[in-house]
């Protein structure tokens, strides 16, 4: 079974995900004359789509790292990559309370706790596609080391780790959960993946 | 006429259809402080999207399985393929009168009933698709033994058949329609899909 | 400059227009026990979404056809693309009228005259493609007889014209503009673009 | 890395942010016969829907562009490229305030300068794109001469400064905003790109 069309599927979704976030920036406009002050007003929301956004984009460029180093897909592989899909798609929706809630008493911590479980989830099933893909070396690429692969697991999952400690976290300080979720981004943007990319690096 | 663009196309769709079913995850939030209880009381709308995203993922695998034992297409195909994407395009409606009803006596058979007739349709027109390449052979790869695939229409048409008898179900247990509904989508991952691909199996 | 991201990115408005058309679909609910009557006087709805998708469908396989005649893009191509795009995302928003007005007295024929004028937009604009891609040689693929393509314009632009006449006729029968653009649809996918495949008929 | 699913994930939030947009236009109608008069108050909506859907597609256009000189990506460049995606993405929402405020007197002029800013931001990201790729060599094609690329910047820049003289325009006239903004589309459909292109035109 080629891996074509389970990129493209998922790219799809990613984009699309990605695209909705902006829906969930909408604006309380007071009146006439009122549109810079609900404008402002709207940080939490930005800060949000923010996060979100980063967060799929980088997801995004990790499943792409991650294809890379699979040569073919069996229906396992469809199916947990499916799962992986169903907890992106759902951050739409848990960013949708973190930026209406956060400025809310409770209901922030609540928001927070949701949106580190739904971030958690994300991170789960992508390393649960990963093992798959490991345990199946058939679907690997030759020129993949598992050794290596498997050696950089721990630095892999810290954000596992990160984003299950975040949902203690949102019972003292929902922006917490909100920076350390953008900073995650950021920092698998530059610091995860090449790591496992390294030992393939001369044929790319 | 080149499959590469009805791939391309068929995958925005159901890549679309399946992220949009997170529109229908909404709650009612009663005032400050009620996002908790909110949440856990819209635990029917989760059970739908599930339902609905694995049920539009494994009819994207099984199409993805299907066209690749079609070498090219015809205007006719395409528009039986649209037929079908009409169908599956139309599963966050049904989704969304589920999710909202479920728990409402009368209606929540109707959601039901709609919902499973919604599946059929699909599963119907997936069909209609399968035989169309079936009986116009240069559609099909050369590879592609019609015996042994007319021989697994029984079993292939197993869910067409469950999903109609959804429809009186709903008129008992509309929750049994969601259980089922998924319950078929895992079994269409593990076990349909490969008996039609067996034949194949040597050139991928 | 080469066709395959100007394939993907029609495509993706294509499959996204397709599908947000079932936003549209929307019913209004009474109360508790009144969904199946919501459902049944919904109808207008459910008759506009498939006029709809299967009007995007067949632009869209159209679109494909004559992309597979052309070679290579140039700016003013990808202009002109643009705009039928433009046109073709414009057709949710006429759907949404055109639901939502067909059984109001006089609104229903301005739905409609909204809903043909758009379609005749659509026209206009892949007529605009056509020509441009017939008016600037390099662009096309060198097997495509332009003579036969000239001479197959008259039955081509029958579509054009049709949906022009539909605006005066949406004064008298709102309904009878669906069932004449559900029409054209069906009519494009088995009567007009063959004409065209013929004389390349040989390489697919 | 290869670009091909950059390509795609980008093409894949552009159509989908094209396709958004014309969610923005929505029309109050007041009763029964009065959408005539709804339609015809609406054109703000249709004129924000224009300008946007035009900056968007003309966006693509040029990113097109600019990847045809790329050779491969890193993780910087994904980066860099995410946030461009990031600020188109955010369109939809400027366009949807400009559409609703055009007419307000104050916050027509707040509805602009946010629009201003969205379109400024754009084109920072699309210059940082493009710098990226020029300062890591080894990411672009060969064949790109880095000078006439480079002597080329002063015209490719004309558009950020106009979309930042836009911000202070916006408190004038918030109409010759959008004015200012289609035309830049316009302008960069058919005089920017094409500069930029010609060293390589040999081999496209």
Same mark, same amino acid.
């Given at each position: 079974?080629?891996k074509?069309?389970?990129e493209? $599927?998922s790219d799809?979704?990613? +984009?699309?995900a990605?695209?909705?976030l902006i $829906?969930n920036?909408?604006i309380?406009?007071?009146?006439p004359g009122?549109?810079?002050?609900?404008l402002l007003?709207? @940080?939490?929301?930005y800060?949000?789509y923010?996060?979100s956004?980063?967060? =799929?984009g980088?997801?995004w460029?990790?499943?792409?790292?991650?294809?890379?180093r699979i +040569? %073919?897909?069996n %229906?396992g592989?469809? $199916?947990v990559?499916l799962l992986?899909?169903? #907890? =992106?798609?759902?951050?739409p929706f848990?960013t949708e309370?973190?930026?209406?809630?956060i400025l809310?008493p409770r209901?922030?911590?609540? +928001?927070a706790s949701?949106?580190a479980l739904?971030a958690f989830?994300i991170a789960?099933c992508?390393?649960?596609? @990963?093992i798959?893909?490991l345990?199946h070396?058939?679907?690997?690429r030759?020129?993949?080391?598992?050794?290596?692969?498997?050696q950089? @697991?721990? %630095? $892999?999952?810290?954000?596992t780790a990160?984003?299950l400690a975040?949902v203690p976290?949102?019972?003292?300080?929902?922006? !917490?959960?909100?920076?350390?979720c953008? #900073?995650? !981004?950021v920092?698998y943007v530059?610091?995860?993946?090449?790591?496992?990319? %390294?030992?393939?690096a001369?044929?790319?």
């Open positions: 079974m080629s074509g069309r389970a493209a $599927f799809g979704i990613f +984009a699309v990605a695209t909705l $829906f920036v909408q309380d406009k007071s009146g009122g549109l810079l002050d609900a007003a709207a @940080w939490p929301k800060a949000a923010a996060a956004f980063l967060t =799929i980088v997801m460029m990790n499943h792409h790292g991650l294809f890379e +040569a %073919r897909m %229906r592989l469809l $199916f990559n992986l899909l169903m #907890a =992106i798609v759902f951050l848990s309370q973190l930026g209406s809630n809310v209901d922030s911590n609540t +928001a949701l949106y739904n989830m789960v992508f390393s649960a596609v @990963w798959y893909a345990t070396p058939g679907l690997l030759p020129e993949v080391d598992r050794q290596v692969a498997l950089s @697991w721990p %630095r $892999f999952s810290i954000g990160v984003y975040c976290l949102s019972q003292f300080s929902p922006i !917490a959960v909100v920076v350390v953008s #900073a995650l !981004a920092y530059f610091e995860r993946l090449p790591d496992i990319t %390294r030992q393939a001369g044929q790319h």
